[in-house]
């Protein structure tokens, strides 16, 4: 089974009682959440995710606004993009990387590199996150996973762990507003503005992600 869903010792949301209000979990200590090495980087656990080279298919999806878009909304503006999918709102580290990132955008925006963060989150649990850090670039909401398959990111809980996750008060559904029990690797795609991938980055380690820095020293080293 997939080190990603491991022992939930991570810091608890103060999720939903089943239907109630969406509520974003505390941050944990950045220490918590180690970047990999760097000779790590690049690296697609289990070759899940698009390879570099490979040109994201076709998919619609809609904004946290709710208004729609698509692969070539997003990748036919002749700019490149970094994509990041996340666990959903309910995931603490998830959160911790969106602030990150936040803080952070000035930097991916002097690269004229737009940062698009996409999960199976209903739109209104999306439009939480975006107003709780004050985005300010796009937050797709993908319930029906049409991005997720395209970038090939999809990871399915088990009818035992979707009861573990409710255990530690984390309802998938109540946050995607879908019985599928599925949501995203943790993983980010540097796309071009032709709409190829020429970076990747897939962990099943949910508490290990690529810091900012790394981030943008791939960027950099891109040549975009």
Not at 7 to 32: I, N, Q, R, Y
Not at 125 to 148: C, E, G, K, M
Request: hydrophobic share 45%; net charge negative; charged share 20%.
């Amino acid at each position: 089974m997939r080190k990603l869903l491991g022992v939930l010792t991570m810091v608890l949301v103060t999720a939903p009682a089943w239907g109630g209000e969406l509520t974003l979990p505390a941050l944990p200590d950045a220490s918590k959440m180690p970047a990999p090495a760097d000779a790590a980087l690049g690296v697609r656990d289990g070759d899940a995710g698009l390879a570099p080279g490979e040109a994201v298919p076709p998919f619609a999806a809609v904004t946290h606004e709710g208004k729609a878009v698509s692969r070539d909304s997003l990748f036919k503006q002749g700019k490149p993009a970094l994509v990041i999918f996340y666990r959903g709102g309910w995931c603490p580290y998830c959160n911790l990387q969106i602030r990150q990132l936040t803080e952070a955008y000035p930097q991916f925006a002097e690269r004229n590199v737009e940062l698009v963060l996409i999960s199976a989150d209903k739109t209104d649990a999306a439009a939480t996150a975006q107003r709780r850090y004050d985005i300010p670039f796009p937050v797709i909401s993908d319930p029906t996973l049409a991005a997720h398959e395209a970038f090939r990111v999809v990871m399915a809980l088990t009818p035992e762990l979707y009861e573990t996750y409710k255990g530690y008060g984390i309802d998938v559904e109540a946050w995607s507003g879908q019985t599928h029990h599925k949501f995203a690797l943790s993983s980010a795609f540097l796309v071009d503005a032709q709409g190829v991938v020429t970076w990747a980055h897939v962990s099943e380690d949910y508490k290990r992600r690529p810091s900012v820095a790394q981030l943008l020293s791939v960027i950099d080293a891109a040549r975009l």
